[in-house]
Nanobody
Framework: QVQLVESGGGLVQAGGSLRVSCAAS????????MGWFRQAPGKEREFVVA????????YYTDSVKGRFTISRDNAKKMVILQMNSLKPEDTAIYYC?????????????????WGQGTQVTVSS
């Protein structure tokens, strides 16, 4: 059982940076792979990045490689997404998610728990 709460979204100019956080509750947090997805108005939910339970392996979608960095602190039950060099096309609601059985999955159906999302808006 995991509950997830995102925070840290906001408005930033193109080229700027934001850090979004996901605070988790649950007795077995370290056993869950964690992912970030995003969804823009009228578009499908899109995979952004995932991290294994130990934090040792990460998976990034091509559009954010070199700009976004995911990390986790299992002691604090926290997942962080650092977003640099932001572009207007990064504008979306960002959701964190937890997967019990899959590591590094880019498929939303393979995640079991979801946060409420936080809005990230990048102006040109």
């Amino acid at each position: 059982q995991v509950q997830l709460v995102e925070s840290g979204g906001g408005l930033v100019q193109a080229g700027g940076s934001l850090r979004v956080s996901c605070a988790a509750s649950g007795r077995t947090f370290s056993s869950y792979a964690m992912g970030w997805f995003r969804q823009a108005p009228g578009k499908e939910r899109e995979f952004v990045v995932a991290i294994s339970g130990s934090g040792g392996t990460t998976y990034y979608t091509d559009s954010v490689k070199g700009r976004f960095t995911i990390s986790r602190d299992n002691a604090k039950k926290m997942v962080i997404l650092q977003m640099n060099s932001l572009k207007p096309e990064d504008t979306a609601i960002y959701y964190c998610a937890a997967s019990q059985y899959y590591s590094g999955s880019s498929t939303a159906e393979e995640y079991d728990y979801w946060g409420q999302g936080t809005q990230v808006t990048v102006s040109s």
